[in-house]
Each structure stands twice: as C-alpha cells, then as structure tokens.
C-alpha cells in the first residue's frame, strides 16, 4: 500500500492559480493510473482529471482547459495546475492511485488539500 501525501491548497481568489502536489512513498510509475479526485460539501466525489503510466490524460469537462496534470516519475509525484479558478472549484482535493490486478482496480488516498476559491 502506498502513501500518498497532498500539498499546494489554500484560499485564492477567482482567476488565480495553484499548483497541487502528490507526493508517493513508492514508485508511481508501477500504478495502472494516478488521478485528482474532489468533493465539494454536499457533492460526491468526482474525478478531475487522470494521467495513466503511458501519459495519457483525460478531465472533467468542467476543468478542461483549465487544469492540467502531470507526473514525474523521477520524483514520484504527481501534479495539478489549476488555472482560471472559479468559486465552484472549492472543494477538497484527493490525489489517487490506482492499480489493476486480474482486471480489478484497487485504489490508494491521500488525505485531501482544501482549495477555496474565494475574493
């Protein structure tokens, strides 16, 4: 099981930008795929946007555009740009990690990062 640990949250205004980090405890490039996920209050959990171990990508299409995430596998982390934020991306963001054994995804945490997108 590995560790995943968010940073890079915060309160910023509309139009602003941050960057998020995930970092792992073990390689990231053994994972099927690694992912930002949110719940804002009230709301399920959604995707944000993936990367797999080939690098490809895929985002909400409220966030395309917007956001882009990355990885650097030397570093096992994985990161979210977030640009042109708006009110409505306030949430707790969730770094995922996701791996498939015998067709069956089994998926790892991190503890969440608060984004407020607030004037």
């Known amino acids: 099981q590995v560790q995943l640990v968010e940073s890079g949250g915060g309160l910023v205004q509309p139009g602003g930008s941050l960057r998020l980090s995930c970092a792992a405890s073990?390689?990231?490039?053994?994972?099927?795929?690694m992912g930002w996920y949110r719940q804002a209050p009230g709301k399920q959990r959604e995707l944000v946007a993936g990367?797999?171990?080939?690098?490809?990508?895929n985002y909400a299409d409220s966030v395309k555009g917007r956001f882009t995430i990355s990885r650097d596998n030397a570093k096992n982390t994985v990161y979210l740009q977030m640009n042109s934020l708006k009110p409505e991306d306030t949430a707790v963001y969730y770094c995922?990690?996701?791996?498939?054994?015998?067709?069956?995804?089994?998926?790892?945490w991190g503890q969440g990062t608060q984004v407020t997108v607030s004037s």
């Open positions: 073990g390689s990231i490039s053994s994972f099927y795929a």
């Open positions: 990367i797999t171990s080939g690098g490809s990508t």
């Open positions: 995922n990690a996701r791996t498939v054994v015998w067709s069956r995804p089994y998926d790892d």
